[in-house]
């Protein structure tokens, strides 16, 4: 990846190290346009209010040369590790401090990068405080917020249908493949340039989503869902989603910076995956989950809607999930690596990752840019080195 | 213009009061899109560094009742004047304290809003900075920091030709013109959809516009001048012009807000037009001029640059400028409203002003929507008014 040819350098860059909108997001340009999203698409701000950032008090330790057994067999160290994955950033959290803080590839502690699909763990979380404020009912139909769906296939769906991804709603999400409902969408929220005869709105095209078996069947991920929850919310509450996560969440966990989501031609932010924040902001949102909800000393998220995120149930978890994740599960927008220890995980195509070990007392981030959508070798790498670290660290505590 | 119709209002906003990448800037999107041009093009950010806010004292005073004659000869009050002209911020500081702060629209106080051509001071003021720094020779031809604009009408202009708008180079400036330049210009920079056969790089475009006349002529004012002033400054210090003004000058008078420019797809900031702030930075950034280039105790711009650009020569001040502002001039892209006092503007269409007059110790800025580009008695009326206020001011004083 060092010999990556830098993207977008020179006054102009060459030609053909500018990214375009039909391949921004894609290797080599995504080395680049993670952490800078904002200079290639609208986007919408999500304020951190005027309150305290929280500091989160560092220990340095040097963690480099903590070993793991990879996927081929052979062991290889942290620092090999990071440098072989395409790390932008990497951040450790051990019992409230920083242990090690990491950034690689120009990024910086005030770069805001691109996490894809973490955001659907994000806008879950504000969901969850909405519900337990009475503002939405998770058993309702999603049209007392959304009339408008009765016309698609979630006409008959409620929210929390929705929210552990078991509608019965058709969407083809296999990244890369041209003919894929993915793909298209990325024309729908401006993530492409617009086409003839494509809606220029993710909410127009939801309506066009038609229904391929019962709503509450097997767990079956799609994007498509999450932006069904945002618009739920805004419906709900009469507030932008930009609005919604920093006044419910961004104002209060001690964010140290504005973050923000790409919009859509009608301004509608992609709730699915189209945040962007700093390293140690995400840190501190994994931070809320690992606290049961609580920062700065406040209960922020319900916490039983935090605990109810690491149960689920592994009978509806079907294939590849089950396969790619023995023991774990899929609950209200976050992905649970282990039930029995209740390690759940937000997760991003392109090396996206927050992980929280409550038993470890750990969070973990890296934010990544890596050459293809999913690497599997690359994911199980990362899981076990993350778990290496979290040996280290107990062994230390 | 209060019946003007919500835009953007909604989840999603009926597509009749969504703004499209047609029409974004026109009338009536220009009421919702000056305040969130982010949302609309892509942009980079400049940074206010990590520095104190210059706090600006407030000393409210009610100024509403304050009268001037208008162009109809009728007699207008402040408060009526400002509704009637689509004002969304109106800022008086005097003697360093804040004495009128005024929001409409939906504005507030961390609103970045629209400023046009305000840009072009902006940055002229980094360039005064550059070669006080000794990195520009003003008086060297631009081909020895851009050697490919020796392919354009540019290849035997000097910076000075283009810092006062007197290259001989052939750019038609009339606004709303489909056939004129500046319309195919939108196109160039991002404002407007990409357009087969038109650069999508503002450096590329730069390189196609021929020489009509001599350099050195007389003033003519046309934008892209500014941009082939960011252009050498690039060059000159491999830095990006965001860069440059948050280092020269965001970071160091004290401002609130990060601001932004619009890019256009080679990652350009659109330097003569695309800057986008907050109105007390505006403000800070029209105190900085009122002091002699001073700044939170520091002498931020050289005295002798700032001194200059209130200094011009009516003589090259042709038609139609003389006409409309006799007694005024033009300076390294400031408008000198008035030699005699010294009293200078940073513009922009649409109704965006910061006034500096020395001799009344105020600095005004307005930001406006305008429904036209040009309004002749909006702008007369704007500055008797301002006249006013600063009589009024020193009556008191």
Known sequence: ???????????????????????????????????NVRRVLPTAPVSRGAGPVDALPAENLDLSDVTFVAMDNSTRTLER????????????????RIVTELYFNDMTPSTEHLSQSVAKSLVSTVCGILIHDGLLDPNAPLT??????????????????????????????????????????????????PRDGVPQSVYDYLLTLPKEREHGGDFKYRSVETDVIGWVMERATDRHLCDLVSRH????????????????????????????????????????QLNDGRALGQQIVPRDWV????????????????????GGAYS?????????????????IFGQLIWIDPPAEMVVVKLSSWPEYLMPEFSYNTYRAIEAVARELGSKG
């Open 144 to 193: 007392r917020y959304v009339p408008e769906l009765a016309r698609s296939g979630y006409g008959d769906a409620t929210l929390n249908h929705v929210l552990d991804m078991r509608s019965g709603v058709r969407f083809n999400e296999t990244y890369g493949d041209p003919d894929a409902d993915i793909t298209l969408f990325d024309t729908v929220t401006g993530w492409r340039p």
């Open 249 to 288: 969440v961004w104002s209060r966990i001690g964010a140290g910076h504005e973050a923000y989501f790409t919009v859509d031609r009608a301004g509608t932010a992609l709730a699915d995956g189209g945040f962007n924040a700093t390293l140690r902001d995400y840190a501190r949102f994994g931070l809320l």
């Open 307 to 326: 605990r109810a995120c690491r149960v689920g149930d592994p009978g509806i978890f079907g294939e590849p999930y089950s396969i790619l994740t023995p």
């Open 1 to 35: 990846m060092s010999t990556t040819p830098r993207i977008m350098q020179g006054f102009p860059p060459p030609a053909a190290r500018r990214p375009t909108l039909e391949n921004w997001d894609l290797p080599p340009y995504n080395r680049w346009s993670f952490q």
């Open 81 to 96: 590790f990071l440098a072989e994955t395409y790390t932008d950033g990497f951040i450790v959290v051990h019992r409230g």
């Open 332 to 348: 209200k927008q976050w992905w649970i690596r282990d039930l029995e220890k209740g390690i759940i995980q937000a997760r991003g």
